[in-house]
């Protein structure tokens, strides 16, 4: 098949691999019908992670069931499926309590942006649609596969819920996924803080409330202002960097939890004022397999349109074209088809 490949710091390529094919029983293979690229395919890509040079990339997709082992009882070829970047069991004591990520069966998409997808443990981790869903409906259900649970994961994890401020920090499509998980669980006021105006704009239609443009201390300034000195009651880190962190950990409330997502990179804990505020930290990989379901439904039913995340959608092999837009800020997400 063909697939995107990296090489070396910011060298993508849609090019030949081998095939997928079910190594286990409890393995299936995915035609994959979209793709994306995702913010933290730009780590590798921009050199902050090694890299296996010419191995594949992507963990984003959903497709049509092609094939399955034999132990897999639930689904069958021609099934639509979303695929959840992480694969569980759904059974382990671990899945039981919520933390499907870390199965003790977990694995991972690894060629999300090709033609084919291997998905371990199908059974506990796709879910299908009634039958093929409306192309329409094709960007909203994409975000299920990673961007929208981790967004939703960063709420559920800070706790948000009816009444109070959140404040979500980092305006990628992630961060955007986590103004509009904070808005569905009910915080009255949602902060996104964003200096990029079509984002704002997406942040707004996903119920932002007020939008902070300023960064570090003056950023931190404004949110002590928007809450009358207390602080978030809930606080979203969607980015993973240490400057991110020390801004989430600035406006947090006393009392307040810091639900952190974006893959940390470089960061150091402020451990004396979490100590001092009783400020605490939640999260992590996002357990997708938990939210699906519900966040399946919420799309289906047209309560919520995350697939807005997406401008910019490309044929796959035009994939290291999509890596230089979002490399770049030309692009927040970008949607790949076969
Ligand atoms: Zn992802
Ligand atoms: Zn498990």
Redesign the pocket.
């Known amino acids: 098949m063909r697939a995107t490949t990296i090489h070396a710091p910011g060298d993508v390529r849609f090019e030949e691999v081998a095939d997928p094919r079910i190594e286990e029983p409890t393995d299936a293979i995915v035609k994959v019908v979209a793709g994306?690229i995702?913010?933290?395919?730009l780590w590798p890509y921009r050199g902050h992670n090694d890299i296996e040079a010419g191995s594949t990339i992507g963990?984003?997709c959903v497709g049509v069931v092609e094939e399955v082992g034999s132990d897999v009882k639930d689904f069958r070829p021609g099934d639509f499926v979303i695929v959840p970047?992480c694969h569980s069991d759904s059974t382990c004591a671990h899945c039981r309590a919520g933390v499907q990520s870390a199965c003790v069966h977990a694995g991972f998409t690894e060629s999300g942006q090709g033609e084919y997808a291997r998905v371990t443990q199908a059974d506990g981790s796709l879910v299908k649609t009634d039958g093929m869903p409306d192309d329409a409906l094709l960007p909203s259900l994409l975000t299920l596969?990673?961007?929208l649970p981790?967004g939703w994961h960063a709420a559920v994890a800070a706790g948000v819920k009816p009444g109070g401020t959140a404040v979500v920090i980092g305006d990628g499509a992630?961060g955007l996924c986590g103004v509009l998980a904070a808005a569905q669980l009910g915080a009255e006021r949602v902060v996104a803080m964003s200096r990029h105006e079509p984002r704002q704009a997406i942040a707004r239609a996903f119920g932002a409330t007020d939008i902070v443009a300023e960064r570090g201390k003056e950023g931190g300034a404004r949110i002590a202002e928007l809450t009358q000195g207390i602080g978030a009651d809930a606080v979203l880190e969607c980015v993973g960097t240490d400057e991110s962190m020390k801004t989430a950990f600035a406006v947090a409330r006393p009392g307040a939890t810091v639900g952190f997502v974006g893959v940390p990179h470089g960061v150091e804990l402020p451990v004396r004022r979490m100590f001092q505020k009783n400020v605490g930290l939640a999260g992590g990989m996002a357990p997708v397999r938990r939210y699906l379901p519900d966040l399946l439904e919420r799309v289906l039913s047209g309560s919520i349109d995350p697939g807005k995340v997406f401008d910019l959608t490309l044929p796959m092999a035009e994939s290291p074209e999509g890596y230089r837009a979002m490399d770049e800020r030309r692009a927040i997400k970008v949607l790949l088809q076969p």
């Open positions: 994306c995702c913010g933290s395919d963990h984003e970047f596969s990673d961007v981790t992630v």
